[in-house]
């Protein structure tokens, strides 16, 4: 789901490298000196191990998947190019080494932990490697490290984890060794917001660790915001993507409502953010998918469960956000019902099947429950997709269609547009779900 935001909200209480902080270690000389261990080397955790090489800082790149590293070392990975070349040069240089073994983590001055938190089927918070990577570093952590949490988690993650299994190790919070929450920001395949243009927050266990921290944050953000606790931080990312979930689940009923108006609801949108104030746009789309919106927001339903409170607002959008999938699975048994067409053997084109424009990701896309469903029916399903030459769908390696023209379709589904894609061999004969209202109705191209 695309925001398309307009504005730049700037806290109120933010700064960039302030006098004080400019005399403590990395913050004047960007990371000058600082050997970095950066744990997990997603898509968080390479980019962000990029960026602080690129402020200076040497780096240690830890993750349990060899094949992961290797992807690494030979740069097939999902990033924008300038992150590539960066890539490429990070993994001949001295500076940037690679391992799979936590031991690593005791060489160095400063460790960011970027693990992946999932949810299961059940929507259920899955802290396995979270866990696994904490207790890792908790056991080769030493006298004056600072570590740094960047993975979404329930609100207490830090101090469960980490604060309080350091503690009871010997190691003193605050004086042997600095712990601080810093939420990630990464906004994968759009280059208008990588972590250098990106304001970070944060909050410490402690006043010391949060000095610690805001100095190290710094060195690779346009400026850092404070807050008192390493929980209010955990929350903040909580907020962030929770809101970003019921106004996802908004932008679709609304946008449905249109359509059952006659209205096309691009424009509704676009004249609505004119407004200067009080308004940011969301776009409807196919549902969600990737890191954040589809698990985040049920890390905190599943945490106010505990306490016995209520969160009516945000339990029905992610409900609707589950069901979308299946109302475009809807409209598409729909449209070649009115055209005489049976499911059973019709051939279905899905067009873009990343969870998002300009990545080639895939995880929790809604492509796959759409692909999975119609495939089911006994349609004969493929797909297009420049990013994805091959995925496993229903258990099967299936490969992308990289000539849609040259193939009868009984309906074509549009999912996603990567910049770019083609669509001039759609013709008035074509039937079209377009799930995101993305194409003019008058010219029959995304806008």
């Known amino acids: 789901m695309d925001t398309r935001s307009p504005h730049a909200v700037v806290p109120a209480q933010s700064y960039s490298a ?48 060899t094949a992961r590293l290797e992807d690494i070392r030979t740069c097939q ?97 605050g004086t042997d060794i600095f712990v601080a929450f810093a939420p990630e920001r990464i906004d994968p395949g759009n280059p208008a917001h990588g972590q250098e243009r990106t304001p970070r927050v944060f909050g410490g266990a402690d006043p010391r660790s949060a000095d610690r921290a805001a100095a190290f944050l710094s060195a690779t953000a346009p400026y850092v915001h404070r807050l008192a606790s390493a929980e209010a931080a955990e929350m903040t990312k909580l907020w962030e993507n929770t809101f970003r979930a019921v106004n996802i689940a908004l932008a679709n009923e609304l946008s449905d409502g249109c359509q059952a108006l006659g209205l096309d609801p691009h424009p509704v949108i ?41 969160s009516p607002l945000v339990e029905t959008a992610m409900r609707a956000i589950a069901r979308r999938p299946g109302s475009v699975v809807s409209q598409v048994v729909e449209r070649l019902a009115r055209a005489g067409t049976p499911v059973a053997g019709a051939r279905i084109l899905i067009v873009g099947i990343a969870y998002k424009e300009e990545v080639a990701d895939l995880r929790e896309s809604p492509a796959l429950e759409i692909y999975g469903r119609l495939a089911a029916a006994g349609a004969r399903v493929a797909y297009a997709d420049p990013l994805v030459p091959t995925a496993r769908l229903g258990g099967t390696l299936v490969e992308a269609v990289t000539d849609p023209a040259a193939e009868e379709w009984d309906l074509v589904v549009i999912h996603t547009l990567h910049r770019g894609t083609d669509l001039s061999w759609l013709d008035e004969n074509t039937a079209v779900v377009d799930v995101g209202h993305r194409l003019s109705a008058a010219e029959g191209l995304p806008r």
Request: aromatic share 6%.
């Open 77 to 173: 990975v999902d990033l924008q190019p300038q992150h590539l070349a960066q890539t490429a040069e990070a993994v001949r240089a001295p500076d940037f080494h690679l391992t799979d073994d936590p031991a690593a983590v005791e060489a160095v001055d400063t460790v960011v932990l970027c693990v992946p938190t999932p949810v299961d089927r059940h929507k259920v918070p899955d802290l396995g490697m979270l866990s696994a990577a904490c207790a890792a570093v908790v056991r080769h952590a030493r006298k004056g490290q600072l570590i740094v949490l960047t993975s979404t988690s329930y609100v207490g993650t830090t101090r469960d984890m980490l604060v309080e299994p350091l503690e009871a190790r010997g190691l003193a919070v």
């Open 270 to 310: 676009e004249a609505a953010a004119t407004k200067p104030f009080g308004f940011m746009p969301f776009y409807p789309g196919p549902g969600v998918g990737g890191h954040c919106i589809p698990c985040d927001p049920h890390y905190l339903l599943w945490q106010l469960r505990t306490t016995q409170a209520e």
């Open 18 to 65: 302030p006098p004080r902080l400019a005399e403590q270690p990395g913050a004047q000389f960007g990371l000058r000196g600082r050997r970095v261990a950066v744990v997990g080397l997603g898509y968080v955790g390479l980019p962000t191990a990029l960026a602080l090489r690129e402020a200076g800082a040497g780096i240690i790149g830890i993750d349990v998947s």
